[in-house]
Nanobody, 120 residues
Framework: QGQLVESGGGLVQAGGSLRLSCAAS?????????MAWFRQAPGKEREFVAQ????????TYADALRGRFAISRDNAKKMIYLQMNSLSPDDTAMYYC????????????WGQGTQVTVSS
């Protein structure tokens, strides 16, 4: 059974930056999974942040976050990252990484999340 573990969250002032990491472990080839970040703010539904293709060549972002956030991956290390810049209080949320196995249509594997809090 695979596992995803996020880290890197914390408290940051508005305008600051954070880099989130997600470590994957377990059976299977990490490179066969499309990976993504989602977030959920208190009282709100979970929303898509960004995704990255299996080989890291293609990325997709939520429209409102493009230009401030950058997703990347290191298949050799079984890691994905989310660089977040120019943070605002609206970015306060629990951030989750997720994995979608090749040939499947949904993100079936999720981490426990890492909290990001942006103070004004």
């Amino acid at each position: 059974q695979g596992q995803l573990v996020e880290s890197g969250g914390g408290l940051v002032q508005a305008g600051g930056s954070l880099r989130l990491s997600c470590a994957a472990s377990g059976e299977g080839t990490f490179g066969s999974y499309k990976m993504a970040w989602f977030r959920q703010a208190p009282g709100k539904e979970r929303e898509f942040v960004a995704q990255i293709s299996r080989n890291g060549q293609d990325t997709t972002y939520a429209d409102a976050l493009r230009g401030r956030f950058a997703i990347s991956r290191d298949n050799a290390k079984k890691m994905i990252y989310l660089q977040m810049n120019s943070l605002s209080p609206d970015d306060t949320a629990m951030y989750y990484c997720a994995a979608q196995r090749f040939g499947y249509s949904s993100f079936a594997y999720w981490g426990q999340g890492t909290q990001v809090t942006v103070s004004s």
